[in-house]
């Protein structure tokens, strides 16, 4: 918590719901939530080998893709 910034409080305001109610909603669409966990997972283990290769030309092209879809969403 030392080093979040100023948009860290709202960026994480679900994790202030109720734990009930995303437990229900996390099993009962289960199949999605894990698919898109392997999906997660993957895309940080590709970031990590990038970083590990000292590989800025593929981790530039993957944060610009990720900058490009932040800037989509208006």
Same mark, same amino acid.
């Given at each position: !918590?030392?080093?979040?910034?100023?948009? %860290? #409080? @709202? %960026?994480? +305001?679900?994790?202030?719901?109720?734990? /009930?109610?995303w437990r229900d909603i996390c099993? !009962?669409? =289960? /199949?999605?939530?894990?698919? !898109?966990l392997d999906r997660y997972l993957?895309?940080?283990? +590709?970031?990590?080998?990038?970083?590990? &290769?000292?590989? $800025?030309? =593929?981790? /530039?092209?993957?944060? #610009?893709?990720?900058? @490009? &879809? +932040?800037?989509?969403? $208006?």
């Open positions: !918590m030392n080093f979040s910034g100023a948009g %860290f #409080k @709202d %960026f994480t +305001r679900i994790a202030a719901s109720s734990p /009930e109610i099993l !009962m669409n =289960r /199949e999605n939530v894990v698919q !898109m993957f895309s940080l283990n +590709r970031f990590k080998l990038e970083l590990v &290769a000292n590989d $800025g030309k =593929r981790l /530039e092209k993957h944060l #610009k893709i990720a900058s @490009d &879809a +932040r800037r989509g969403l $208006g």
